[in-house]
């Protein structure tokens, strides 16, 4: 009706971005909002882009909803999940012919970084 879809959020206010309550100049989204002395006033709406973490997370919860997709499925040979798609990206899952691969290389060079970190005690802020 209003042409807000769900999910979006208040980007940025007269040219000015937003973030969370607050635009960059450190005013109140709500209090600026609420002054009729503001008007008129330009709003863009939309939806927050994904942090790198964020991504990482979806990706690894993606993976595990593929294993479980191809084993639940009672059609045999299935290959699971093979795309998740939203309004705003595609998630493709795409498996290596052989699978995992572990290297015995790598797990003793983490070993031995672990263990390095762990005698040089703890660091960083409050240490």
């Known amino acids: 009706r209003d042409g807000i879809r769900v999910g979006h959020a208040v980007l940025a206010i007269n040219g000015a971005e937003v973030n969370g309550r607050f635009t960059a100049d450190g005013k109140d989204v709500l209090e600026f909002l609420g002054n009729p002395a503001n008007y008129p006033v ?11 973490n964020e991504k990482l997370m979806l990706a690894s919860m993606f993976h595990s909803l593929f294993a479980i997709g191809s ?9 699971g999940i093979e795309m998740l798609e939203t309004d705003t990206f595609k ?6 012919l052989t699978g995992t691969i572990g ?5 003793q060079n983490l070993k031995l970084a672990l263990e390095v970190a762990e005698k040089a005690g703890p660091f ?3 240490s």
Not at 91 to 96: K, M, N, P, S, V
């Open 124 to 126: 960083g802020p409050g």
């Open 91 to 96: 998630l493709h899952c795409f498996q290596t």
């Open 103 to 107: 290297c015995e290389l790598f797990d």
């Open 71 to 79: 084993q639940l499925s009672p059609e045999v040979g299935s290959s």
């Open 42 to 52: 330009s709003i863009r709406f939309g939806r927050h882009r994904l942090s790198s």
